[in-house]
């Protein structure tokens, strides 16, 4: 952020009032990235100027509410990338099989789509309630969506195929009650599972964690964001666990990376190495 255009200037001082006003810190998100989602969130909110916006956000937990939804990236799909699923019940599963019992933070977990994809894998997987999954967000917004495991009944057709080309072993609708325009999937899912706010930017680590996904979030931040992001991670891990990043995101390069080998190229699938040995 070290930018002195104007319009940037602009952006930089509303963050630093929302960094003081609420705690969430938005300093250290890509520029480009950040600036895009407020320009959108601008033109469909009844402000007409950014500094108009700034007084409104500080004085009304609503309109920051709103403006939080507006900014934040809540696009999710069950079995997102079903490639990367049949990667994690191929290669991360065996590995869970070794515990007794297994605790695993999904950071941004937006909508909790991809945490109840996970949490139907460990059903299949016979794992029953030797499991917790940590559903993590800034949005308390989403979060509730989240718990309330309500989804649009023609994404349904998408999740089904994303299931199957992921490995699934049954047939999806087995998972949720379709009513009308929405599709509640089965209480039995949400049993182990935990949806609690949480900021990467923020707030420390979760501790003891078997298996931590973060996925399509990192590409986000800055790279000091980054690097605090990842050191929670690794600090929040134990010795053997595993590292889940989306696609487009890798350890390559960061200060953690020499701590951990990928499971297999490509996947994004990282373990972490045992203190003094090979993995």
């Known amino acids: 952020m070290k ?11 509303l963050l630093e009032s929302i960094q003081k006003t609420y705690g ?44 939080l939804q507006g900014i934040t990236v809540n696009v999710s799909e069950m079995f997102r990338d079903p490639s990367f699923f049949l990667a994690l019940r191929k290669i991360v599963v065996p590995i869970l099989k070794t515990h ?24 299949e997987e016979g794992f029953r309630d030797r499991y917790m999954i940590y ?34 072993r049954s047939d999806f609708s087995n998972y949720y009650t379709a009513r009308y325009d929405w599709a509640m999937l089965h209480a039995h ?48 891990l134990e010795p053997g666990g595993i ?3 989306g696609s487009k995101e890798s350890l390559d390069e960061r200060k953690i990376s020499s701590k951990y080998l990928e499971l297999q190229r490509g996947t994004r699938i990282y373990q972490k190495r045992y203190e003094g040995s090979a993995v």
């Open 243 to 245: 590292l889940c990043l």
């Open 100 to 123: 007794p019992h297994v605790k695993i933070w999904h950071a941004g977990c937006a909508s909790g789509e991809e945490v109840y994809s996970m949490a139907i894998i460990l059903d």
């Open 24 to 67: 969430h810190d938005f300093r250290d998100y890509a520029e480009s990235s950040i600036k895009r989602r407020i320009d959108s969130w601008l033109s469909s909110s009844p402000f007409q100027t950014l500094s108009q916006a700034q007084k409104a956000i500080e004085n009304d937990s609503n309109v920051f509410a709103g403006f």
């Open 135 to 168: 559903g993590t967000d800034i949005d308390e917004a989403i979060l509730a969506k989240a718990r309330e495991g309500i989804y649009n009944a023609d994404d349904m057709r998408k999740f089904t195929e994303n299931y199957q080309k992921s490995g699934g």
């Open 189 to 236: 899912l949400r049993r182990n599972i935990i949806f609690t706010s949480h900021s990467l930017a923020v707030d420390e680590e979760f501790g003891e964690m078997n298996l931590i996904l973060c996925r399509n979030v990192l590409i986000y931040f800055q790279q000091s964001l980054k690097d605090r992001a990842l050191a929670l991670f690794d600090r929040s």
């Open 3 to 13: 930018s002195e255009n104007p319009e940037w200037s602009e952006i930089r001082f």
